[in-house]
C-alpha cells in the first residue's frame, strides 16, 4: 500500500502563491508518476499538472505558465508551485500516485483565492 500526505493548502487573495507539497510512503516502486488533481464546488475532478519519472511535466492549460510541478524521488515527494492565483483556482487539490495501472489518492487540501 502507499499512503500520501499533502500539505500546503490555505487562502491566498488573488495574485498570491501558494505551494502544495505530497509525501509519499508505504510500497514504491520506480517508474511512478505523482500529480494533483483538483475539485471546485459543482465541478468535475480535473488535472491539475502531472510529473513522470523522467521528469516530463503535463498542465491543464489554464495553469500554464502559472504553476510549476516538481519532484525529489529520493524523498517520494511532490510539489507545486502555484503563481499569480486566480478565483477560479479555487478547489481541493488531491495529490496522487499512479504506477503500473494503480492510483493511489491524498486527503486533499483546500486552496481558497479570494480577497
Known amino acids: 500500500q502507499v499512503q500520501l500526505v499533502e500539505s500546503g493548502g490555505g487562502l491566498v487573495q488573488p495574485g498570491g502563491s501558494l505551494r502544495l507539497f505530497c509525501a509519499a510512503s508505504?510500497?514504491?516502486?520506480?517508474?511512478?508518476?505523482m500529480g494533483w488533481y483538483r475539485q471546485a464546488p459543482g465541478k468535475q475532478r480535473e488535472l491539475v499538472a502531472r510529473i513522470t519519472s523522467a521528469h516530463t511535466t503535463n498542465y491543464v492549460d489554464s495553469v500554464k505558465g502559472r504553476f510549476t510541478i516538481s519532484r525529489d524521488d529520493a524523498k517520494h515527494m511532490v510539489s507545486l508551485q502555484m503563481n499569480s492565483l486566480k478565483p477560479e483556482d479555487t478547489a481541493v487539490y488531491y495529490c496522487f500516485l499512479g504506477h503500473n495501472g494503480a492510483y493511489y489518492w491524498g486527503q486533499g487540501t483546500q486552496v481558497t483565492v479570494s480577497s
Open positions: 508505504g510500497r514504491i516502486f520506480s517508474g511512478y508518476v
